[in-house]
């Protein structure tokens, strides 16, 4: 067992090697507040004692897109509405900070999602998954796909391999299966993961396996089928359900983050209007209130917003962070005496391919796909609006509301207006990953290679759900001390 008296003379030797004082701590300055600004700020507390951040958001809020309204006893999400249990972080993070019991999963009687396609509801057939059929059956008798469409499907049997590059997910899938299943189920499903165009999205991006699948088996269909789905892990099965939720929605983890810190001082309304090199191996970073030295920046907001504050970076490492395009959304939430509501609502909700003619991209019956506690007795959905060929944004809130109430009327037949109803605006909310995505991001590393005690984090880089910005944050922190000179390892061995 390490000695006090070791471990004195170990601080002393690490202070001096990193021109600290012994008295003084290793300051840092994390640009964002979102989840992953809030999951560095607990790594870095939780592996490095002497480590302070000052956390600067721009807004007067944590958390990002991730809100929650909770008004008139409902839970009503802004952004996400969940995450994957199957990706650990997240869970592991929320059991940490005490989120635990406060877990739960989708509503284990309802399954899947239809599609709108001609005033009706589809299901979508048993087996689609990242948009591709792994069952025959399923997909050769649903009434979804004409006669032309299932045969087409055919054509992943007698296509050849086609070439390794990255290419779009969409030209990807056409070329294999046909036009009808990608417009009418792949299109609706993958995009709204990504809030984009699948026509312009990057497959190794989003969905290399799809890729893999067809270079070793020829054919995406059989690759798919041969891929084996990974064990369900303990959070899955301890949980009943590979997405998961906070029983008062997600807001909980950004609170519960916030209050688990201890040496971080949260700046709120206080954006970073620049970053500069400065002597001594620091960073100057200069706000709209105050200006001071860090031995470390970490940005973790979005591309283009780091473009503008990193100003000394390389012309072509700004081009890269400031060409990543980003998606305006809109989410529309509404809550509806029961009473009110006309059809079936025996799924999670639906979605709605861009040929149907509606603005709207999907609907999510969130009183059918969870069972929040405690809350009030009316039903609950949510609509998404933001099509990559508009800017749903240019509309006011009182244009977007009529819409909503055209077309959620044509979709549903609901005639009675909402008892609650709320616009959430999000612009510039998903990163877009075009094609030849991931050689940018690669390219970028190799620029910011150069400023060691910069990093720079966020959705825009790969993996645009809740886990992976948990991931990506734990990760950093481990970089972090292998950068900065310190050791995860000793600090754990030593608390």
């Given at each position: 067992?390490?000695?006090?008296?070791?471990?004195?003379?170990?601080?002393?030797?690490?202070?001096?090697?990193?021109?600290?004082?012994?008295e003084?701590?290793?300051?840092?300055?994390?640009?964002?507040?979102?989840?992953?600004?809030?999951?560095?700020?607990?790594?870095?507390?939780?592996?490095?004692?002497?480590?302070?951040?000052?956390l600067?958001?721009?807004?007067?809020?944590?958390?990002?897109?991730?809100r929650?309204?909770?008004?008139?006893d409902?839970?009503?999400e802004?952004?996400?509405d969940?995450?994957?249990?199957?990706?650990?972080?997240?869970?592991?993070?929320?059991?940490?900070?005490?989120?635990?019991?406060?877990?739960?999963?989708?509503?284990?009687?309802?399954?899947?999602?239809?599609?709108?396609?001609?005033?009706?509801?589809?299901?979508?057939?048993?087996?689609?998954?990242?948009?591709?059929?792994?069952k025959?059956?399923?997909?050769?008798?649903?009434?979804?796909?004409?006669?032309?469409?299932k045969?087409?499907?055919?054509?992943?049997?007698?296509?050849?391999?086609?070439?390794?590059?990255?290419?779009?997910?969409?030209?990807?899938?056409?070329?294999?299966?046909?036009?009808?299943?990608?417009?009418?189920?792949?299109?609706?499903?993958?995009?709204?993961?990504?809030?984009?165009?699948?026509?312009?999205?990057?497959?190794?991006a989003?969905?290399?396996?799809?890729?893999?699948?067809?270079?070793?088996?020829r054919?995406v269909y059989?690759?798919?089928?041969?891929?084996?789905?990974?064990?369900?892990?303990?959070?899955?099965?301890?949980?009943?359900s590979?997405?998961?939720?906070?029983?008062?929605?997600?807001?909980?983890?950004?609170?519960?983050?916030?209050?688990?810190?201890?040496?971080?001082?949260?700046?709120?309304?206080?954006?970073?209007?620049?970053?500069?090199?400065?002597?001594?191996?620091?960073?100057?970073?200069?706000?709209?209130?105050?200006?001071?030295?860090?031995?470390?920046?970490?940005?973790?907001?979005?591309?283009?917003?780091?473009?503008?504050?990193?100003?000394?970076?390389?012309?072509?490492?700004?081009?890269?962070?400031?060409?990543?395009?980003?998606?305006?959304?809109?989410?529309?939430?509404?809550?509806?005496?029961?009473?009110?509501?006309?059809?079936?609502?025996?799924?999670?909700?639906?979605?709605?391919p861009?040929?149907?003619?509606?603005?709207?991209?999907?609907v999510?019956?969130?009183?059918s796909?969870?069972h929040?506690?405690?809350?009030?007795?009316?039903?609950v959905?949510r609509?998404?609006y933001?099509?990559?060929?508009?800017?749903?944004?240019?509309?006011?809130?009182d244009?977007?509301?009529?819409?909503?109430?055209r077309?959620?009327e044509?979709?549903?037949?609901?005639?009675?207006?909402?008892?609650?109803?709320?616009?959430?605006?999000?612009p510039?909310?998903?990163?877009?990953?075009?094609?030849?995505?991931?050689?940018?991001?690669?390219?970028?590393?190799q620029?910011?290679?150069h400023?060691?005690?910069?990093?720079?984090?966020?959705?825009f880089?790969?993996?645009?759900?809740?886990?992976?910005?948990?991931?990506?944050?734990?990760?950093?922190?481990?970089?972090?001390?292998?950068?900065?000179?310190?050791?995860?390892?000793?600090?754990?061995?030593?608390?």
């Amino acid at each position: 067992m390490m000695t006090r008296s070791f471990w004195r003379c170990w601080h002393i030797s690490l202070c001096r090697r990193l021109n600290w004082s012994e008295e003084g701590m290793m300051r840092v300055a994390l640009v964002g507040g979102g989840l992953t600004g809030l999951a560095a700020a607990y790594y870095l507390e939780q592996y490095y004692p002497n480590v302070t951040m000052d956390l600067f958001e721009a807004g007067d809020q944590l958390g990002g897109w991730v809100r929650t309204d909770t008004d008139h006893d409902i839970v009503l999400e802004k952004g996400p509405d969940s995450f994957l249990a199957t990706k650990p972080d997240l869970v592991e993070l929320c059991e940490k900070v005490g989120l635990g019991p406060h877990l739960i999963g989708t509503n284990p009687r309802v399954r899947g999602a239809y599609v709108f396609w001609r005033d009706r509801y589809y299901p979508i057939p048993d087996g689609i998954q990242t948009g591709v059929p792994t069952k025959a059956k399923p997909v050769l008798t649903s009434p979804l796909l004409s006669l032309t469409g299932k045969i087409a499907l055919a054509k992943d049997f007698i296509m050849s391999k086609g070439p390794t590059t990255d290419q779009s997910l969409g030209h990807f899938l056409r070329r294999r299966f046909g036009n009808q299943i990608v417009d009418r189920l792949a299109a609706p499903m993958l995009s709204g993961i990504f809030a984009g165009d699948i026509d312009q999205m990057s497959l190794k991006a989003t969905f290399p396996h799809l890729l893999a699948a067809e270079q070793q088996a020829r054919s995406v269909y059989l690759g798919s089928k041969r891929r084996i789905p990974p064990a369900p892990n303990e959070f899955v099965q301890r949980y009943h359900s590979a997405f998961l939720t906070v029983d008062r929605g997600l807001e909980q983890i950004i609170h519960s983050l916030a209050a688990a810190l201890s040496r971080t001082q949260v700046l709120l309304s206080e954006p970073v209007e620049r970053i500069e090199p400065a002597s001594h191996q620091k960073w100057s970073v200069i706000s709209a209130k105050r200006q001071g030295e860090y031995d470390a920046v970490i940005m973790t907001i979005p591309a283009y917003a780091s473009a503008q504050i990193l100003a000394f970076l390389p012309h072509e490492a700004q081009t890269i962070l400031q060409n990543i395009p980003y998606a305006n959304l809109a989410v529309i939430g509404a809550a509806y005496d029961p009473a009110d509501i006309p059809v079936k609502t025996d799924k999670t909700g639906f979605l709605v391919p861009k040929q149907a003619g509606l603005r709207m991209t999907a609907v999510t019956w969130v009183s059918s796909k969870w069972h929040y506690p405690h809350v009030a007795p009316l039903f609950v959905l949510r609509a998404f609006y933001g099509r990559s060929t508009e800017n749903i944004l240019e509309y006011d809130d009182d244009t977007l509301t009529q819409l909503f109430y055209r077309e959620i009327e044509r979709t549903m037949h609901i005639q009675q207006p909402p008892k609650y109803l709320r616009v959430f605006r999000i612009p510039k909310g998903m990163p877009q990953y075009a094609v030849g995505h991931l050689e940018r991001i690669a390219e970028l590393h190799q620029y910011l290679a150069h400023f060691p005690g910069l990093f720079v984090l966020g959705a825009f880089e790969g993996g645009v759900g809740m886990p992976d910005r948990v991931k990506q944050a734990k990760d950093m922190a481990q970089t972090f001390g292998q950068q900065m000179g310190l050791s995860t390892a000793e600090y754990e061995t030593s608390s």
